[in-house]
């Protein structure tokens, strides 16, 4: 069977944070900048609280069959939340947005060059 590569998105918001974990995430901002912002195997945090108080993390995975999506989503969203309880940090509305790269349609240059003649 061939790998399949998942990017899974975890979203949420941060719920009843102190001013001091307020503090302790606006003084970490620069390491969570949504322009920095990529796809990990341990999962890459960003947020901009100066704007909102929503946060996404986003992991990538891999698995050999299509069902296998399943179980990289169970794992990025406990991977989230081990992330946000083990720091204190209240969150809500979370959810999980998956993508399987193996069925995402190519791009105009990938689709050229899958066409091009050697």
């Known amino acids: ?38 796809f ?31 179980a990289a989503t169970e794992r990025a969203e406990r991977t989230a939340r081990s992330w946000l309880e083990s720091r204190g940090y209240g969150y809500r509305n979370l959810r999980s947005q998956a993508e399987d790269l193996s069925q995402a349609p190519l791009g105009k240059r990938r689709r050229r060059a899958a066409h091009a003649t050697p």
């Not at 719920?15 to 606006?26: F, H, P, S």
């Open 1 to 38: 069977m061939t790998n399949r590569t998942f990017r899974i998105m975890v979203r949420g918001v941060f719920d009843g944070l102190t001013d001091e974990q307020r503090t302790a995430l606006l003084a970490a901002a620069s390491e969570h900048d949504v322009l920095h912002a990529a």
């Open 40 to 70: 990990t195997r341990e999962g890459h945090l960003s947020y901009d609280l100066s704007a909102r108080t929503a946060f996404t993390f986003r992991f990538l995975d891999e698995g050999e069959a299509e069902e296998d999506i399943l």
